[in-house]
């Protein structure tokens, strides 16, 4: 069976496994990182997105092999053990949280948009996270969340 190397979350990690094997399976599986989620198992609603090489990436139609050799960021590479991110903090603060299921993988993909594009327009802001669903439908919270990390408006307070 063929070894990959892959850098995760800063860490260089070895696995042996099927070429085609989802690195969704080898993350939470292999590697224990639990944070990334398994939705649909299509690529439709990118809960499990994490980012490799700093692109968002379905991690479910992800192979390994596509992976080795590259940086791969998961939700838990995000935050220090004191400070969340401010696209984190931003989700807590706007309650764009909500059941969390998708959360991991809609705070990878604004991760993204903000370092392509640190002052994104609302409108930007929708089409990036188009795909992502939210069985919570909290659509509009999420877009003040990546607003707000944006540092586009000011925090809503309950």
């Known amino acids: 069976m063929p070894r990959f190397t892959i850098e995760v979350n800063g860490k260089q ?4 496994s099927p070429s085609d094997r989802p690195l969704l399976e080898v993350l939470r ?3 224990g990182l639990t944070g990334t989620k398994y939705g649909c ?4 609603c990118r809960a ?3 980012l490799i090489d700093g692109d968002p990436r379905p991690s479910c139609l992800t192979p390994v092999s596509s992976a080795a050799g590259k940086r791969v960021t998961t939700i838990e590479g995000l935050a220090s053990k004191e400070n ?3 696209v984190q ?3 807590v603060d706007t309650d764009a949280a ?3 299921y998708c959360t991991a993988g809609m705070i990878m993909n604004a991760t993204a948009l903000l370092a392509r594009n640190p002052a994104p327009e609302r409108d930007e802001i929708v089409e990036a996270m188009n795909p992502h669903l939210c069985r919570c439908c909290g659509y509009l919270n999420i877009v003040e969340a990546v607003q707000t990390a944006a540092g586009a408006k000011e925090v809503r307070r309950g």
């Open 29 to 31: 599986e292999d590697f």
């Open 13 to 16: 990690v070895e696995t042996e």
């Open 98 to 100: 909500q059941c969390g």
């Open 41 to 44: 198992g299509e690529g439709q």
């Open 48 to 50: 499990c997105t994490v």
């Open 84 to 86: 969340l991110t401010p």
């Open 89 to 91: 903090q931003a989700f």
